[in-house]
């Protein structure tokens, strides 16, 4: 049984039955919307070519496998796998043994999704600048849905899908072995699948607000998912690993942030253009440096700290020198226009702000720029403000030149981080580092993400570990009494 119909688990669907399994896959959404967070992204993979992952992949990873890990824990890391102790095996960290498997299977994984008519190429995206190298299948997420869905229904003998059924919980043997899953489908009816094995690929909790806020605070209220697949995510996967044992990993505090105009409906309607202007509150005040790195690498952190202001919204600020940078309408998704005025005070009583509050910001901002020699919008040029709290580290120019232009911006939740313990053959471990044998996890399932999410690696993550769930689960357990 595979729980989820996105990218992980029809990867582990399509995969095991190539490996002689027999699988059902169980999708809480209608068969029109099928497909979870996949369905809705563009799905880029942060590769350099189809074969090799980004010359930085696993320097990332490793820059944000966790907290203060403690070096005495840890030091057995370096040595071969078979050798961890278990306490080592069930540390929530992103350990090296799983990055490199991921940067290993990433290409076989892009070439057998080619193997289905996926096509992938370097193609546009909302980054002006950016600071690593990007891949996606022509068609985006949707595309990897309905290449693999229509290999699922070409072969009803061996993949059935059961669209509008939400597991409940796992079911286990006398022995400790995963034996199936209960479910529930149209009004509220209990069904049981009995399996050899059961894949988690139900994605994470960005559409549970209990669980948000018992995670990530308060705020989470002014959270809400990036794309409409987000919305099917309600935890059920983690919850009931956790409850059976599983070891939890990944980042329960924290999320993966982008910037929205909450005006707009569509699916990731970024605002990524603030880096060139000014982000300002509810109070009409400054709260962080816009610029303080490759938007790209940092957009993250800025956005998580918009979800912590005021009513959990900022506005973008720009003056007509926004013509000055390249192709920056690329940088903005939004459907809605910006909201325009020919004067600040203007502008803020649009926006509902105290004009002579945001005056006074902008003042003080303007007064601590240098002016405009070394403005280079296509790298980090490093003109900054002085003697401002917090300062803007580049790209620091006043903005004084009509018309004035503003776009309001939320966090929203592409996915959460935390998710369960799992080995690099997707298997989940137990507190004990132990594996639950017949139980994996891939997708949002698995917590791999600390602090910063390592950009354009998510759907590469379930689409890795989708297929090495669904190999090793046929051949472990679904063909394990055939000869």
């Known amino acids: 049984v595979v729980v989820g119909c996105g990218i992980s688990g029809l990867a582990a669907a399509v995969s095991a039955q190539e490996h002689g399994a027999k699988v059902r896959v169980l999708e809480r959404a209608p068969r029109e919307e099928r497909g979870g967070n996949t369905r809705y992204t563009e799905s880029y993979w942060r590769m350099k070519s189809e074969n090799e992952v980004s010359d930085d992949f696993t320097e990332r990873f490793a820059e944000n496998a966790g907290g203060h890990l403690d070096p005495e824990v840890i030091k057995d890391a370096s040595g071969p796998y078979e050798g961890w102790p278990r306490l080592l095996k069930s540390l929530g960290f992103a350990d090296p043994e799983l990055v490199a498997t991921f940067a290993e299977l990433a290409g076989p994984t892009l070439r057998w999704l080619t193997g289905f008519g996926v096509k992938f190429d370097f193609l546009p995206n909302y980054f002006i600048i950016q600071s690593t190298t990007r891949m996606a299948p022509v068609g985006g997420g949707l595309a990897l849905v309905e290449a693999l869905a229509a290999h699922a229904e070409s072969v009803p003998d061996d993949i059935a899908i059961h ?163 390249p192709n920056w309408r690329k940088a903005v998704r939004s459907d809605q226009p910006p909201v325009e005025a020919h004067s600040i005070e203007a502008l803020a009583e649009a926006l509902e702000l105290d004009p002579h509050e945001l005056a006074e910001t902008v003042e003080a901002f303007n007064a601590a720029c240098a002016g405009e020699a070394g403005f280079d919008a296509m790298k980090l040029d490093g003109l900054a403000t002085a003697g401002l709290e917090p300062n803007k580290s580049n790209w620091a120019r006043p903005l004084d030149k009509p018309p004035f232009l503003a776009w309001p911006i939320i966090a929203a939740n592409c996915f959460t981080f935390g998710g369960v313990k799992v080995n690099a053959r997707a298997q989940v471990l137990n507190m004990d580092g132990e594996v639950i044998p017949g139980l994996y996890a891939a997708g949002e399932v698995m917590g791999i993400y600390y602090r910063t999410y390592t950009g354009s690696t998510s759907v590469m993550r379930g689409a890795v570990f989708g297929r090495q769930a669904g190999i090793d689960a046929a051949m472990r357990h679904a063909r394990a009494n055939q000869p």
């Open 163 to 325: 669209y509008e059924t939400t597991m409940t919980s796992l079911l286990q043997d006398e022995d400790g072995r995963i034996a199936g899953i209960r479910a529930v489908v149209e009004d509220n009816r209990p069904v049981e699948f009995r399996a050899k094995a059961v894949v988690l690929a139900s994605g994470g909790f960005e559409g549970n607000p209990e669980m948000l806020s018992h995670y990530l605070g308060t705020d989470a209220l002014w959270l809400r998912p990036v794309a409409r697949g987000g919305y099917y995510n309600r935890g059920e996967g983690i919850r009931t690993a956790l409850d059976l044992g599983a070891a939890p990993a990944g980042d329960f505090g924290s999320f993966h942030a982008q910037p929205v105009d909450p005006r707009s409906g569509q699916a990731e309607p970024v605002v990524l253009s603030y880096s060139y202007g000014l982000l300002v509150n509810k109070r009409a005040r400054r709260f962080i440096d816009e610029a303080p790195g490759m938007v790209d690498a940092t957009y993250e952190a800025v956005t998580r700290e918009i979800m912590h202001q005021p009513e959990g919204i900022a506005y973008a600020i720009h003056d007509g020198r926004m013509e000055d940078v």
